[in-house]
């Protein structure tokens, strides 16, 4: 999009934008609407660059200014600048991108090692287009006598003739999207304009916002998942987008909520885990409340009371809660269906842009993650899909082009009729719903050649006292638990280092009497500190798979 000096769109689809601040916590967002794109051949065409090269950034407070178009250009049409937030899940790779420019904020220039990047000609503070750093007399020159460069252009101000729009073709390359790196390290994904397409216009199909709706966007832009569905298709909509200025912890979250009352909430599972298992479930667990829940009118309207509580701290006017991105806890989501919650899981990865797979809460089925979206085909490769787990492969329009550079690992993951080949394992029943057992790359083997699915027994565990996430990985033939406890629960409930000790022993008696002989833990290993995350709040898993002790 572009921005004239008032801070409006200048197009002839945007009337225009707001960029205000919202508090200490919030940012907020308001456009008007975006045509409806008609077919995927015009496909964001309609709102590309300045000439090949100049993009707004969202920062932490302001709208930028037109200027910011003269520092590009002063380099070549077509070079590649890069707009990088706090929350982007890649350094290194500025280098293999071969970027001109790069764009941060106050908070990454902090730790930033401009070293390490020795192909930058430029790096500029997003909140004021300061050059921090400049290996370009180019560069130092338009950003000294930039008002002058600007009013020789552009003598008798910009105007809307002076637009010139990129037009794209749905193949063409529209970004490129780092993988958050669950399981190995990250890739750049080529992603073309058709799947920008086709991710917007699925949400068009089934997610119903209208202009003027709101939502609060806790999800990295640097995320696919986020960037599609808190921000593409609201903002081509003309949504109100909030977006959270500090870490969304439950508090702040529930606090975004209650002001700003969002149409639509867009989640990865760790943050509603988070509320229910701290805010909701222990209200439910206590003695008095058990028996209560087994009588059956009363239990009808404790149910009823929860849920309407539960609407209402998540602001009482969304039309759905949808969860993605992870693997969703059990014993949440039971609770979820049990109140007749409007929840429901959807599917994807940052090669799709991302969707594969979703469903209507009201049609979704618990356990699931939904069935294939509009214009894709998914499979799950097995001779029993419905009995026997097998890798989800699909194939359509939202598919990406290739990873950046590395043709060999493309060649791992498409084949040669099309097919992207996940990696997940799943299986799938009569009506298309697909149940995900586990990752192909996190499969272990028992002694007898058993599948033992890591993620299944994290999910146990994680339900058991004073565990706040944990790992399962193998070691020698046998399968060893890393926990990482809630000490602050532990603490505030009398415990000591020692007892938590203890209690981690307990549980794992307790976990191995639910779990098959094969897939038993042989011991449990604690650690200190959080375990290191994705973006997307994904645990890392490949940094701890060798882990000692």
Known sequence: MVLDGRGHIAGDHLAGIV???????????????????????????????????????????????????????????????????????????????????????????????????????????????????????????????????????????????????????????????????????????????????????????????????????????????????EFLYEFSVGCHIYFLTRMPSPKIIFQAFEEVKP???????LIIEKIIKKSVLPKLETPAMKILLKVPIINDKIKATVREEMIKAFGGEFKAVIVGGAAFNQEVEQFLKMIDFPYTVGYGMTECGPIICYEDWRRFKPGSCGKAVPRMDVQVLSSDPENIVGEIVCKGPNVMLGYYKNEEATREVIDKDGWLHTGDLALMDAEGNVTIKGRSKNLLLGASGQNIYPEEIEDKLNNLPYVSESIIVQQNEKLVGLV?????????????????????????VALNAMLPVYSQISKMKIYPEEFEKTPKKSIKRYLYQEAKG
């Open 19 to 229: 960029i205000d601040s919202e508090g200490d916590d919030m940012l907020r967002v308001a456009v008007a609407p975006v045509a409806i794109f008609a077919d995927e051949r015009h496909a964001m065409g309609k709102h590309g660059d300045l000439q090949g090269m100049f993009r707004v950034v969202l920062g932490h407070g302001r709208a930028h200014q037109p200027p910011a178009a003269d520092i590009a250009q002063a380099g070549d049409v077509g070079e590649k600048v890069v707009n990088h937030r706090e929350n982007s899940s890649c350094w290194g790779d500025f280098v293999l991108m071969e970027a001109k420019l790069l764009l941060v904020g106050d908070m990454v220039w902090e730790n930033l090692n401009e070293s390490a990047m020795p192909l930058l000609e430029g790096i500029l503070m997003m909140n004021d287009f300061t050059l921090l750093v400049s290996r370009s007399e180019r560069l130092t020159y338009a950003r000294e006598h930039l008002n002058e460069m600007f009013g020789k252009k552009f003598p008798k101000n910009f105007r809307k003739e002076h637009v010139a729009y990129h037009k794209d073709e749905p193949e063409e390359l529209a970004v490129i999207n780092y993988t958050s790196g669950t399981t190995s390290y990250s890739k750049g994904v080529m992603l073309p304009y058709r799947s920008l397409w086709s991710n917007t216009k699925f949400a068009y199909e089934v997610l119903d916002l209208k202009a003027g709706d709101k939502i609060v966007s806790m999800l990295p832009m640097a995320h696919m998942y986020g960037l599609a569905f």
């Open 263 to 269: 149409n639509l909430i867009v989640a990865v599972p």
């Open 484 to 508: 990482y406890p809630d000490f602050d629960d532990a603490f505030a409930h009398g415990l000591k280092n020692e007892d938590i000790e203890r209690v981690m022993e307990e549980n794992r």
